[in-house]
């Protein structure tokens, strides 16, 4: 079986056009599948729920999720993918920006054994300038944080083996960051690049506060280094002012000053606050340190994940 996970936020009208004209005649061609369509209606407060209620009573292959508010893209995704029960889960938008028209292309590389195949936006095309120069540094910094492997304009567009929903479901963590997430598991993971299409109808709920949100969150959840490079200045500076000091020490009080620099109590004083700030610096570093260990148990991710595929002889 193949699922179809959509999240949707307040579509009414964009909604039916995409799935009559787009999404279900393709789903409708692809044969030697049961198939299942989870629409997953992310507390709309438009008509949009209802309209999900109608396909779904004119179309058994469709299942509707209702969340019983609104709780982000993220979440409603992952209700999607807890409630499929394929063999293999497509995550698509609803808005018509991920044609529909790559499925099979999707379907093609898991058959041939890809676990995970993400949809990666070829350039950042038709999106305003903040949103692109956003996305942008928002991977570089992805990176440079120390993240992993999150392929710049990586999206949600994604097919999900079997395993790989299994695991993922186990995850815990609220703050959650899908691509993140998925890049975090492992598995074999391929890519197709597509043009990121233009919104049907509406407007994209992610407004820039909620993008920058969404990318304070990623380096929370996934990295530490911001805190460690504040260490590491810490640790510069008190290293810089305690040469410093010694050379005013040797040079004014040992030797009686033979440069003749006349270095007064201020100036001293100044090289003696800048070498505390140094210590100050290296025991925050070290306390975020604690805490970031303390928030990595309470993130209560597994230690490592089983590729059951794989293993042989296990059970
Ligand atoms: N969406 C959702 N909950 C939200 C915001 C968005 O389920 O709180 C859905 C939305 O209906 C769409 C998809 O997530 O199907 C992508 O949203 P959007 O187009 O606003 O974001 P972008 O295209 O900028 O990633
Ligand atoms: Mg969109």
Redesign the pocket.
């Known amino acids: 079986m193949i699922s179809f996970v ?4 307040n ?1 009414e009208e964009g909604i039916s056009k995409f799935l009559d004209e787009e999404f279900l005649p393709i789903v409708q061609e692809i044969s030697g599948y049961e198939k299942e369509i989870i629409l997953v209606n ?1 507390g709309s407060t438009d008509k949009t729920l209802s309209i999900l209620q109608e396909y779904a009573k004119k179309n058994k292959e469709i299942r509707v999720v209702a969340l019983s508010r ?1 709780f ?2 993220e979440p ?1 995704l992952s209700a999607g993918i807890y409630v499929a029960r394929g063999d293999a889960i497509i995550t698509i ?3 018509g ?1 991920q044609p529909p028209k790559l499925i099979p292309k999707f379907i093609e590389k898991w058959e041939k054994g890809a676990e995970i195949v993400t949809g990666v936006r070829d350039k950042y095309t038709k999106h305003g300038l903040i949103p692109k120069l956003g996305s942008k540094l928002f991977y570089r910094l992805l990176k440079m944080m120390g993240s992993k492997s999150t392929v710049p304009g990586s999206t949600d567009f994604r097919l999900i083996d079997r395993v790989v929903a299994d695991e993922f479901n186990k995850l815990s963590e609220h703050n959650r960051i899908t691509r993140g997430l998925i890049d975090w598991l492992g598995f074999r993971q391929e890519y197709i690049y597509y043009i990121y299409g233009v ?1 049907m109808a509406g407007k ?3 407004s820039f506060k909620k993008l920058v949100h969404l990318a304070v969150d990623s380096f929370v959840s996934m990295s530490t280094t911001p805190l460690v490079i504040f260490g590491y200045i810490g640790i510069m500076i008190t290293i810089f002012s305690f040469m410093l000091g010694m050379f005013i020490i040797i040079q004014q009080y040992i030797l009686g000053d033979p440069l003749g620099l006349k270095w007064n109590g201020a100036v001293q004083m100044t090289v003696f606050i800048t070498f505390l700030v140094g210590l100050v610096l290296i025991s925050q570093a070290i306390t975020a340190l604690y805490i970031s260990h303390i928030h990595a148990e309470s993130q209560g991710r597994p230690l490592y994940i089983i590729d059951k595929k794989e293993s042989r002889n296990l059970k």
């Open positions: 959509m999240p949707i936020h579509e992310d609104n982000g893209k409603a938008d609803a808005d920006q919104r994209p709920s992610y």
